[in-house]
């Protein structure tokens, strides 16, 4: 089968197209033959090399955190799939989706609404996860907080928006001013530039959660260092509040200030948690955005990275390898 694979790390051109062979299933996994799948800052990450040595991957490694598409085979202890079920999940080891047939766990999918396209659906598992699992699991998100919510047009902040909103929050949210009417649009009651305003002196009252999806150039992902970003959060957070990083994996062992708990978050793949989100869309209560469809080539995969990395985000970049 053809997959687009990582032999060396850089920028994206080093992502090139190879025949691998298709993965051969458990007894508790699916075999899903890949319609669509999405572009996410873990894989670029994960592509440069910047966390090579603490998160390596072996080479020839196959990138690709999200997917939608048909199920082909089931493993012999699944019970809530059948082929022929269409369905969005994160594949197993958070990673594999850019390839024809990806296996994966029962519990990581889940089963897409008619109406909703493939590339709608690939676009939504890890921010939607992220998101949902960053605002209630661990925010514990409740009606009449405030929240902040750092880089709103992005793709897990234009979903965490939408349902902060939802469950009632205030929500302030930091972006380009390019992106200020789209975030208005999702339902933030207030959007500030951080290109040129300092959000510490326009927030007027403590908020109850800060949502931090910003890569400080003063702090690596790996680093012991709070970053500019985050430390000025720290400023805004009532006592006792919390400050969940999306980006700044050694925040736990950062000293508590305040009585505030900073938490690093990633999606963890969960079905029941998918099934809220994807219900969410289903009611028209949340949208996810598409910036971009690029085809399922090496190329295509390039654009999509480059995109994603060089231009103002708002939304998702999706790549689809089939039309259904």
Request: include cysteine.
């Amino acid at each position: 089968m053809k997959a687009i694979v990582l032999k060396e790390y850089g920028i994206p051109a080093v992502l090139q197209e190879q025949e691998i062979d298709v993965p051969v299933i458990t007894e508790t996994q699916v075999l899903v033959e890949m319609y669509a799948a999405s572009i996410n800052p873990a894989d670029s990450v994960l592509r440069s090399g910047a966390v090579k040595d603490i998160l390596p991957v072996q080479l020839p490694y196959v990138l690709g955190a999200d997917l939608a598409g048909v199920v082909i085979e089931v493993g012999s202890k699944v019970t809530h799939l059948k082929p022929g079920d269409h369905v969005m999940g994160i594949p197993t080891n958070n990673g594999g989706a850019y390839a024809d047939y990806v296996a994966m766990e029962e519990n990581a999918l889940a089963i897409i609404q008619p109406g909703m396209s493939f590339y709608e659906a690939a676009a939504l598992p890890t921010v939607g996860l992220t998101a949902w699992q960053s605002l209630f699991r661990y925010g514990k998100l409740q009606s009449g907080q405030r929240i902040l919510i750092h880089a709103g047009a992005g793709g897990v902040g234009h979903i965490a928006v939408q349902l902060a909103k939802q469950a009632g929050a205030y929500v302030i949210a930091t972006a380009r001013e390019f992106n200020h009417e789209f975030v208005r649009q999702l339902g933030a009651d207030e959007v500030i530039d951080y290109t040129t305003t300092d959000f510490t002196k326009a927030i007027s009252s403590p908020v109850d959660i800060v949502l931090d999806m910003v890569m400080d150039r003063s702090a690596t992902v790996l680093d012991a260092k709070i970053g500019e970003t985050r430390r000025k959060s720290y400023s805004v957070l009532k006592d006792g509040g919390k400050l969940i990083s999306l980006v700044a994996m050694a925040i736990n062992e950062h000293p508590q200030i305040r009585g505030i708990k900073a938490q690093f978050v990633h999606a963890e793949p969960n079905h029941d948690d998918l099934v809220s989100i994807l219900q969410n869309v289903h009611e028209q209560k949340l949208k996810v955005h598409l910036s971009g469809i690029f085809p399922f080539t090496s190329q295509g995969l390039s654009e999509a990275y480059l995109k994603c990395e060089t231009n103002p985000k708002r939304g998702k970049v999706v790549i689809q390898r089939k039309q259904g």
